[in-house]
C-alpha cells in the first residue's frame, strides 16, 4: 500500500531534471562565452574562437527565453514562480549589455572585456539563484535532485573560468585582480575534485560562491 502510494505520487511528480540542468549549463556558457572572447582579444586561436561564439550566443539565447516561457520539445518548464522569472528577467536586460560588449571584440574592439567580465559575474550568481529556486521546486515537488551530477557541472565551467582568467592575466586588464581569482578557481576545482572522487559527502556546500 505505502509502496504503491510512493510510486504514484513519483509519478506525479514533474519532470524537472532538464530544466535544473539547463539552466546549470547557462552558467557554463556564459563563462565560455567570456572565454572566447578573451582568447580572440589576446589572439590565441582567434578564428576558432571568433567561429564558436556566435554558437554560444545563440544557445544561450534560447536557453534563456526555454527558461523564461518553456519549451515543450526540450523538456524545459518555465519559470514556476515569480521569484525565478525575476532572476532570469534581471539576466535578460544584462545580457542585452553583455552580448553587445561580445560582440565588440570580435570586430576587434576590446575595452569592454573588464565590464563584460563583471556582467559574468552577476549573471552567473543570477542564474546560480534561479538554479537553486529551481531545485527547491524540484524537492518541494518530491524529487531528487542528484548533488554529484551538479557538482561535476561546476568543474566544467571553473575550466572556462580559469582559462577566462588566465587570458585576462595575459591580457593585463587587473593582473591583481585576475590572479588572485585565477588561483580561487584553481582551489576550488580542486577541492571538488577530490570531493567528486570521494562521493561528495560534502556537496551541501555548493552555492558557496560559485
Ligand atoms: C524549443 O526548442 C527547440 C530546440 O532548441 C527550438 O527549435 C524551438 O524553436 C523552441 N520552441 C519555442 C517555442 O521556442
Ligand atoms: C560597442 O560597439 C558599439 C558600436 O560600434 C559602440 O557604440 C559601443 O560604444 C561599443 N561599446 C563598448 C562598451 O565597447
Ligand atoms: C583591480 O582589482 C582590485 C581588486 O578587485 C581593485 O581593488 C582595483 O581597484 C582594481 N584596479 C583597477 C585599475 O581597476
Known sequence: MWRFLAVASHALAVEWTPTILAASEQRI????????VALIAL???AEKHKAALPKDIQVFEETLHALLVGNATRNIL??????????????????????????????GD?????????????????????????TAEAVADGNEVPMEFTLAERQLMLIHEMQAEAALV?????????????????????ESHYGLLRGAEWAGGLGAGK
Open 43 to 45: 589572439g590565441v586561436e
Open 29 to 36: 556558457i556564459c563563462q565560455k562565452l567570456v572565454k572566447e
Open 110 to 134: 576590446s575595452t569592454g572585456i573588464s565590464q563584460a567580465y563583471k556582467l559574468t559575474a552577476s549573471i552567473k550568481q543570477l542564474l546560480l539563484e534561479a538554479s537553486d529556486l529551481l
Open 170 to 190: 595575459a591580457l593585463g586588464t587587473n593582473v591583481t585582480r585576475d590572479l588572485e581569482k585565477m588561483l580561487q578557481s584553481k582551489q576550488l576545482f580542486q
Open 78 to 107: 518555465g519559470s514556476p514562480s515569480e521569484l525565478v522569472k525575476s532572476k532570469l528577467e534581471a539576466v535578460q536586460s544584462h545580457w542585452e549589455v553583455y552580448q553587445v560588449l561580445l560582440q565588440n571584440v570580435t570586430t
